[in-house]
């Protein structure tokens, strides 16, 4: 079983709409990240989260330690929003564990 | 804004031989990191290094694999024998605190083909 799970795999939508993806683990952990990687394949750091909400541009983050749920949002969604955006913990080491991903494809 | 640069970006080998994928780490970050992704599956973490010695190894980090960091900017990853199953885009990425406290920062990525 992954010890980290993301829902839904794939996810389309249309231009300005409002995007939700979650993610679920079922470890301890002492912070979660939500990246984003492109087309090409590059990755880029979008949040790191240990408690409550983070908020940049038109992304926001939040996560709920109890329940060990996260999510990420996507206000406005554009066309360029599209890429996979990925969920990985940290536990009491230094690696991050990954999730497989959420396909998002925003369609004008 | 700093970047980590991974060459080269794509890299095709004959199974057996020797490759070495390099990373210019951020000047003033501390933790490498290695991590590989095959084609359709999730990133997998191979590596951590910290004060110029390996910090954490995953399973798939056996004797076909090394790390170093020869001159105190780039940071390489070198498969001694490659096989098939080597396949893989790598990622590098470094950061500035444990545990990615102020996030991290991955490399492009170096496109292995192993034939």
């Known amino acids: 079983k992954n010890e980290v799970e993301q829902s839904p795999q794939n996810l389309t939508a249309q231009e300005g709409e409002f995007i939700t993806i979650n993610c679920s683990y079922s470890v301890g952990i002492s912070a979660l990240h939500w990246l984003q990687q492109h087309p090409g394949g590059g990755i880029v750091s979008l949040f790191m989260?240990?408690?409550g909400k983070k908020k940049h541009g038109r992304l926001i983050a939040t996560i709920n330690i109890q329940e060990k749920h996260s999510s990420l949002h996507i206000t406005a969604s554009h066309p360029r929003d599209s890429a996979v955006y990925i969920c990985?913990?940290?536990?009491?080491?230094?690696?991050?564990?990954f999730g497989t991903g959420t396909r998002l494809q925003v369609f004008p | 804004e700093p970047e980590v640069t991974q060459t080269p970006s794509h890299q095709v080998t004959q199974m057996g031989q020797e490759v070495i994928l390099r990373c210019v780490p951020i000047s003033n970050h501390l933790y490498f990191y290695w991590y590989r992704q095959i084609l359709g599956q999730k990133v997998e973490f191979l590596v951590s290094?910290?004060?110029?010695?390996?910090?954490?190894k995953s399973e798939i980090f056996d004797d076909q694999f090394s790390v170093e960091r020869p001159d105190g900017s780039n940071f390489t990853l070198k498969i001694r024998s490659t096989k098939l199953e080597d396949s893989a885009m790598y990622f590098c990425a470094s950061s500035e605190a444990l545990q990615g406290q102020y996030g991290y920062t991955f490399g492009s990525g170096t496109r292995l083909t192993v034939v």
């Open positions: 990985a913990v940290v536990r009491n080491t230094d690696k991050l564990i």
């Open positions: 290094f910290y004060n110029n010695e390996i910090s954490e």
């Open positions: 989260l240990s408690s």
